[in-house]
Structures are given as structure tokens and as C-alpha cells.
């Protein structure tokens, strides 16, 4: 277990103090603490990943081994299904899950932040913006174990770097910015509302099949091209994916993510300072 | 050491109940006297767990809270160590806070002995402290030794007991703020442990303990404050405040 520290500490501080001037204080409330000391979330998104991977023999890498049993099982299937190259389709089908699983723990997932962490939000004054950032981190890691996947059909060639590629850089960093309000939203609404988990978890899997995931947008003609069209879900991927895939990312897909992003935070940072303080009374 | 006081004015805590049945609640009426006043307010039913409360503490100050089970003793602690946001009213708090509650219950059993005091520390500790000297600290007071290298599930629960309280006491605020039992383990370990906590306490400039046991109270505290239903009954010097709260209930649970 290693934790990050700043190497050069002044800097960072001066450097914190510069952003964190130019934010709203309610935006402020959701990143100031977990900004100032980031070993705080590191750890608690480290310790859990290492827990519940704890005396198994490949630790967390079954994360990327449930990722490659996934996608080597469906490309047999619907690779001879929708009859195109196995190597295309594995690639296509691998980058497209990395990012649904992103997207399917920010529906699920992180709305438990809280219950899980409820000790800590019940008996210590910890503040629940370390946690937030914590449920952010943890996907980070789990999906660092992802791209293990992905180097390895880089190197087998059968992902082609371009110069788009870089562009999966930025890409997975907006992923992560709007994580962490979406990340709030989700964990405030979760324990005040119990049924909602289960509502969305029901909704999990007709969401996986109507997202081109499996299949390629352009499958579905005519009026059915709609499913595609008002899903965001479906740009939250293709911002994602194409860039990986060394594809340029579509203007409409950027457009999408980066105001919804926006919308976002805006909610986000205003319903934790709101409610965040009443989410003990909920667990 | 900078100077810490607490002050509260006119607090007031309403805490909601979400429960499927909420108004069969109010068909009985058999808990009159424990907990705070359940109430019904348009359908929404809620605990007024805090009603009015107004103090304030200052430096060097140790302070009991009275009271029995429900009155609001843990839920006032967790008021000032902003665990709960008040409904009404305005706390001030100045100084650092240190929480002594539930101890054992952020431990998880997969973790090594000296992890958890690394996780601990990286949460809760003081950052100029490396947290090899917490675990030394750890390590030689609990007596554990190579215990520490084992995860906690092989440990028995009085070595769990040392270990938490242990972690829990360790660190130096300026505030601390103390609920029921931190007594753990057998007795020398309880003298030992009662040892280090009034270390502890020669550090910080105020205590707010909520406890049953008047043998742990004498042992800390100057002042007593007594709550009942969420209200502040009587505050006074901890001998009158035991004296009034003894012949409000007669003897029979004050041994220990």
C-alpha cells in the first residue's frame, strides 16, 4: 500500500489555492478537502479494492481477467453473429465495456458510497467529500486494471495508434471530472431513497442492450436509430471508445459529455452542500 | 496549545424517521420516557432528539453528560463534533476535535494490525506525525507485538479491544469528545488505558464525556450536564448533577 505524496508540497498548496480561488463555494465544499490532501481519498480507494480482493491468488487483476473472460466469450459469439473480423469486434467490444463499466458503477455502485462508508459518516467527522472522491478513485483503479487489456491489443496490433489515440487522454479525464459530481448526486439520493437502487439495477441490463456496445450504431435504420440517438449513455462511449479505437471523436459526442459535465457539476455541487449534511439521518 | 471553547445556542435537532409504517408509532404510548419526543408533523414523522439547549464551555473545562439511555447524550457529542447538523440554532466550536465513538467499528477484519493504524493515521492522524510513530506508540502500549503483522479477524476481541482503543487515543486534539465505553480489555489493561487517556486529556483544554458509569465520570469529569428527552434538566458542579440525576430515578442503576 503506497500512498501518493506531493513532492514538492509548496507548489501544489500555491498551486490549489490558485484553482480553488476561481471556484464557486459550492463546487468549492465538493473538492476543497479531497484537493488539499489526496492521500486521504487514495487511501480509502486503495484499501477497499485491496480488501475485497484480499486472499484471492491474482488479487485485482481479476478485474482485468473478468473484463477478458467477457470479451473473449461474446466475441465468439457475436463476432460470428454480426459476422465481422474477431479482432475488430474483441477491440470494439473491449473498449466499448471499459467504459459501460465506468458508466454502469456511476448508476449503481457509487450511489452506495455512503451506506457503505456509513461508519465513517455516523461516528467520525471525516468529510463526506473525502469519501465522493474516494468512489471517483476507485474507478480510476479499477479501470488502470482495465487498460491492461487494452495495451495488450495495442501491442498485439490489433488496436491501431493515430494520432487520435492522445485524444483518449483528455477524453477519460472528463469521464472523471464528471464522475465525481455525478458521484455525489447518486450517493445522496441512494440512501434517502431506498428503492431507487433497485429500480435502476432492474433497468441495468436493458441499458447494456440498447447501448451500442455489442453492436455498431449504424446496425440500427430507420426510425429505430432514434434508441441510439437520445441515449447519452451512447455518447458518454463513443466520446470515450473512438479516441481508443484511434477513430477522431464526433463533434455531436463531445458537445453531450462536456455539457452534461457542466450540468452536472452545477447540480452536484449544490445538492451536497445542500443535503450532504442530512445524509447521516438516512443511514 | 490555542484556547478552545464550545458554545450552543439554542439548539435544536430534528432528526427524521423513515420508516414504511411511520403512524402505527403512534398508537402506543409506552416509551413516554425513553428517547426523545416522537412527534408527526403533516404525515412526516421525526424525533425532536435536542430541544433548546444552551451552553457553553471553555478552556480546561470537563464536562459529563448525564443521562439516561435516549436523553440525547451521544446525539449532543456527535452535535459538536459536527456529525449531525443542528435543526435550529448555532453551534461554535473553536479548536481542534478528537471523537472517541464506536471505536472498534471502522476496523476491518481483512487488515493487518499495523495497516489499520496506517489507515488510521492517513484518515485521522496528525500529518507532521510519520505513522511509524504511531505504530510504535500503538504497538507498545497494546502489547500486541507481533500480533500487529496478522490480520484482525485472528485477533480475540479483548486484543481488539487494545488495538482500537489504542488507535482511538493516540491522537492529540484540542476538543475531545467521548461516548460511553472506551474501557477495554482486563483490568490492568484498563488501569493502563485510563492512564494514557488522562495523558491525553493534560493536552487538550476540554472534554465532553457522555457516559453511565459514575466511577468513569469522577475519574474524568468536573461538571455535569443533565439531559432528559433532549432537554437540559440541570447543569452544575458533576456531584450535584449525580445527586439530582440518582434521586430523579432512585438508586437502583447507578452501581458500577
Same mark, same amino acid.
Request: charged share 15%.
Given at each position: ?7 514538492h508540497p509548496s507548489n501544489i498548496h500555491r498551486f490549489v489555492d490558485e484553482l480553488l480561488s476561481i471556484f464557486p463555494e459550492s463546487v468549492k465544499t465538493l473538492v476543497e478537502k479531497p484537493l488539499r490532501n489526496p492521500h486521504i481519498p487514495i487511501s480509502l480507494a486503495w ?68 451506506? /457503505? ?5 455516523? /461516528? ?65 439520493? &441512494? ?26 450504431? /449504424? ?11 437520445? /441515449? ?31 450540468? &452536472? ?6 445538492? &451536497? ?11 | ?49 435536542? *430541544? ?22 451521544? *446525539? ?65 502500549? *497494546? ?114
Open positions: 500500500m503506497s500512498l501518493v505524496q506531493p513532492t484499501s477497499e479494492i485491496m480488501q475485497s480482493y484480499r486472499r484471492s491468488v491474482l488479487g485485482p487483476l481479476w478485474i482485468t481477467l473478468n473484463l477478458v473472460i467477457f470479451v473473449s466469450c461474446l466475441t465468439l459469439v457475436y463476432g460470428a453473429l454480426f459476422s465481422v473480423q474477431s479482432q475488430d469486434y474483441a477491440a470494439y467490444l473491449a473498449c466499448g465495456m471499459m467504459v459501460w463499466l465506468w458508466v454502469s458503477a456511476l448508476l449503481t455502485d457509487v450511489g452506495n458510497t455512503f451506506i /457503505n462508508y456509513a461508519h465513517f459518516v455516523k /461516528n467520525t467527522p471525516l468529510d463526506k467529500s473525502y469519501l465522493i472522491c474516494a468512489a471517483v478513485i476507485k474507478q480510476t483503479l479499477i479501470l488502470a486494471h482495465h487498460l491492461i487489456v487494452y495495451a495488450t491489443f495495442v501491442l498485439l496490433g490489433m488496436v491501431k495508434l493515430t494520432v487520435y489515440t492522445f485524444l483518449a487522454i483528455p477524453a477519460f479525464l472528463i469521464l472523471f471530472l464528471m464522475s465525481i459530481p455525478v458521484t455525489a448526486i447518486m450517493a445522496i439520493l &441512494f440512501p434517502r431513497y431506498r428503492d431507487l437502487s433497485r429500480l435502476i439495477m432492474s433497468f441495468m441490463m436493458v441499458l447494456l442492450m440498447v447501448t451500442p456496445i455489442f453492436w455498431q450504431p /449504424n446496425m440500427l435504420g430507420g426510425w429505430r436509430s432514434l434508441l441510439v440517438h437520445v /441515449n447519452p449513455i451512447y455518447y458518454v462511449i463513443e466520446f470515450v471508445r473512438s479516441p481508443l479505437l484511434g477513430k477522431p471523436v464526433d463533434q455531436l459526442s463531445a458537445a453531450v459529455v462536456i455539457s452534461m459535465t457542466v450540468v &452536472f457539476w452545477v447540480v452536484g455541487a449544490w445538492a &451536497f452542500r445542500r443535503y450532504g449534511k442530512y445524509v447521516v439521518f438516512w443511514l | 496549545m490555542q484556547a478552545c471553547s464550545i458554545s450552543l445556542q439554542n439548539i435544536h435537532l430534528r432528526i427524521p424517521l423513515f420508516a414504511p409504517s411511520q403512524r402505527r408509532l403512534f398508537n402506543k404510548e409506552t416509551f413516554a420516557n425513553v428517547g426523545g419526543k416522537l412527534n408527526n408533523v403533516r404525515g412526516k414523522v421525526h424525533v425532536d432528539a435536542l *430541544t433548546d439547549i444552551s451552553f457553553e464551555l471553555n478552556h480546561g473545562e470537563h464536562l459529563a453528560l448525564i443521562g439516561h439511555n435516549g436523553a440525547g447524550k451521544s *446525539t449532543l457529542l456527535k452535535l459538536i463534533g459536527g456529525i449531525y447538523p443542528p435543526t435550529l440554532g448555532r453551534v461554535a466550536v473553536q479548536g481542534s476535535i478528537g471523537c472517541i465513538f464506536d471505536v472498534g467499528a471502522g476496523i476491518s477484519p481483512e487488515m493487518t494490525g499495523l495497516e489499520c493504524i496506517k489507515f488510521q493515521h492517513t484518515l485521522f492522524g496528525d500529518p507532521n506525525n510519520d505513522w511509524e510513530m504511531l505504530a510504535e506508540d500503538v504497538a507498545k502500549f *497494546t502489547e500486541l507485538g507481533r500480533f500487529l503483522e496478522l490480520p484482525v479477524r485472528t485477533y480475540s476481541n479483548g486484543m481488539r479491544a487494545r488495538l482500537t482503543s489504542a488507535i482511538a487515543t493516540a491522537r492529540r486534539a484540542d476538543i475531545l469528545l467521548i461516548d460511553e465505553g472506551i474501557g477495554a480489555g482486563d483490568q490492568s489493561f484498563q488501569e493502563k488505558l485510563s492512564r494514557r487517556v488522562h495523558g491525553l486529556l493534560e493536552s487538550a483544554g476540554l472534554l465532553v464525556m457522555a457516559s453511565h458509569s459514575t466511577k468513569l465520570l469522577r475519574n474524568y469529569c468536573t461538571k455535569g450536564l443533565l439531559l432528559e428527552q433532549g432537554r437540559v434538566q440541570m447543569i452544575g458542579s458533576l456531584e450535584e448533577v449525580l445527586d439530582r440525576y440518582a434521586s430523579s430515578r432512585g438508586d437502583a442503576d447507578l452501581v458500577s
